[in-house]
T-cell receptor, first 112, second 119 residues
């Protein structure tokens, strides 16, 4: 039973436009959420995180939004660049869980 | 330079052979993790260790073994019992692996990975 779901396996956007990656979770005890970026044949890199006491966290071109009532978070990348093309993983932690629970990832392709 | 080092980058296993993947970190992190990634799949947790001399099974521990004799090191052995070992293996560490310590302390940092193939 997946506790963290990324329902879109892939997303394609034009350079300069906004990329929106979505993530849903089922465990209401999760209180910290993270996004990782992964290039092929490399380890994931931590990108941005958000605590459940906030609804938005921004870092440069990357913004994460959290909607606790809907158990939904999203990552916005503006403007998108070709170098952003990668697989993005959503992860969550909280409650009795000391480990990160990862989604299956969304592959983002940014076209020049 | 602080970080997580995995070696080797590529590894080949013969039928019936055990192989060991190395993971070393100099970040002074308490917790370490091993994941497996298959094509088109997410990250699946094999084993994790919250502290030295202790480790726990993850979701897919069968056919694997680990040790945590030193804080910096968490080697993974892929045994002959693992019938489908071909995958990309990732090691990670975090300042803490305990629940409730504060989210940022559970952020995991990953190594560059080891690709294991069967001959």
């Amino acid at each position: 039973d997946q506790q963290v779901k990324q329902n879109s396996p892939s997303l394609s956007v034009q350079e300069g436009r906004i990329s929106i990656l979505n993530c849903d979770y089922t465990n209401s005890m999760f209180d910290y959420f993270l996004w990782y970026k992964k290039y092929p044949a490399e380890g994931p890199t931590f990108l941005i995180s958000i605590s459940s006491i906030k609804d938005k966290n921004e870092d440069g071109r990357f913004t994460v939004f959290l909607n606790k009532s809907a158990k939904h978070l999203s990552l916005h990348i503006v403007p998108s660049q070709p170098g952003d093309s990668a697989v993005y993983f959503c992860a969550a932690i909280g409650g009795s869980q000391g480990n990160l629970i990862f989604g299956k990832g969304t592959k983002l392709s940014v076209k020049p | 330079d602080g970080g997580i080092t995995q070696s080797p980058k590529y590894l080949f296993r013969k039928e019936g052979q055990n192989v060991t993947l190395s993971c070393e970190q100099n970040l002074n992190h308490d917790a370490m993790y091993w994941y497996r990634q298959d094509p088109g799949q997410g990250l699946r947790l094999i084993y994790y260790s919250q502290i030295v001399n202790d480790f726990q099974k993850g979701d897919i521990a069968e056919g694997y073994s680990v040790s945590r004799e030193k804080k910096e090191s968490f080697p993974l052995t892929v045994t002959s019992a693992q019938k489908n070992p071909t995958a990309f293996y990732l090691c990670a560490s975090s300042p803490s692996g305990l629940a409730g310590v504060g989210g940022a302390k559970n952020i995991q940092y990953f190594g560059a990975g080891t690709r294991l193939s069967v001959l």
